[in-house]
């Protein structure tokens, strides 16, 4: 396990521009000091939407969102990266700095190899989502689709739905869910489709913490987060109606929410609610990392907090995992 400095969250501000050219934009805002235990605002070098984030490390941290917009924290800065395209990216995983996934729309998917951003034909699909197990078993999904990266080619795989979410623990134990798409878990062989009992079809987000301690985020009334303990599922209440668009985790006591206006934090019986600059927060709004760094990305990349803390993260997964650290991407918390 590794001490976690930072929590990050990506806001959003009443500015409504957006990056004109992020393949030239080359533009740096410095990160500020956090004091332990409090959200902190940081500059972005841009205004623009943000939809998902990513870190390497508590120093290493993508972020991506529209026209095409990719910023990277490293040296105590924010940067914007050059993507080479203008449309939409919806999601950022990677197993590695030097190996990295971006996706979005009209079948975006962009890769990194440490030096430089680069297209990835594969589907012409919304891919909304990336998470993986390791740098040869990736899994996007969006509008139906599910593509899995073996290290050489795609396989798909279509489903129903809007696909929003996936996450693991590893090889034979992903989960995968979205509007109109239930819950659906592969084994490592096969595809099956899950009943929670909350009373949706639709859900927001899911996050594997281990086989027997998965949750999701829907909007059924007294049960907008689902447990699994491995034998049943539990509907937890958040409080007020209250509805989480992205999950992330460093421990099974130690679970965040992101949306609307909102950050959970569940400790092991019940949600609460941390103090933070009232950003709107977007859809993908929180997740855990390789770095065990947590993190959440909002509507509008021109206001960034960070909350410092030295909870130590719990490795092995993500929501996703990368190698042997949980990640959760969009919307986000990412730790």
């Not at 500059?43 to 870190?55: D, E, N, Q, R, T």
């Not at 899950?194 to 987000?205: K, L, R, V």
Request: hydrophobic letters at 40%; proline letters at 2%; one cysteine or more.
């Amino acid at each position: 396990m590794r001490a976690l400095p930072l929590v990050l969250a990506i806001g959003c501000t009443a500015d409504s521009g957006l990056v004109d050219d992020p393949a030239e934009s080359m533009a740096v805002a410095a990160v500020t000091v956090c004091a332990t235990g409090q959200w902190c605002g940081e500059a972005s070098p841009v205004a623009a939407l943000l939809h998902a984030v990513w870190a390497v490390s508590p120093d290493d941290v993508f972020a991506v969102g529209d026209g095409g917009l990719i910023l990277r924290r490293n040296n105590d800065a924010w940067t914007v990266m050059d993507s080479g395209t203008t449309n939409k990216l919806r999601g950022v995983w990677g197993a590695s700095s030097s190996d990295v996934w971006a996706t979005g729309l009209g079948g975006t998917i962009l890769h990194f190899d440490g030096t430089a951003w680069s297209p990835v034909v594969a589907t012409t699909s919304e891919i909304d989502a990336v998470w993986g197990a390791s740098s040869t078993d990736v899994w996007f999904i969006g509008q139906g689709t599910v593509l899995h990266w073996n290290g050489a080619s795609f396989q798909l795989t279509n489903f129903t739905g809007s696909l929003l979410s996936v996450s693991g623990t590893g090889p034979s134990d992903v989960w995968i869910t979205g509007e109109n798409a239930a819950v659906r878990h592969f084994n490592g062989t096969s595809w099956a489709l899950t009943s929670t009992g909350a009373g949706t079809n639709s859900y927001f987000a899911v996050l594997a913490l281990a086989s027997n301690d998965v949750w999701l985020a829907d909007f059924a009334s007294g049960k907008e987060t689902m447990h699994w303990n491995g034998s049943r599922w539990t509907g937890l209440h958040t409080g007020s109606g209250i509805v989480f668009q992205s999950l992330s985790a460093l421990a099974s006591n130690d679970v965040w929410g992101a949306g609307g206006r909102n950050i959970g934090h569940f400790t092991g019986t019940a949600w609460s609610f941390d103090d933070h600059d009232r950003q709107r927060l977007g859809r993908r709004g929180c997740r855990p990392d390789p770095a065990s760094q947590l993190l959440a990305t909002g509507r509008r990349g021109a206001h960034l907090e960070a909350r410092a803390t030295r909870r130590r993260a719990r490795g092995g997964s993500q929501r996703g995992r990368t190698g042997s650290r949980r990640v959760r991407r969009d919307g986000i918390i990412d730790t």
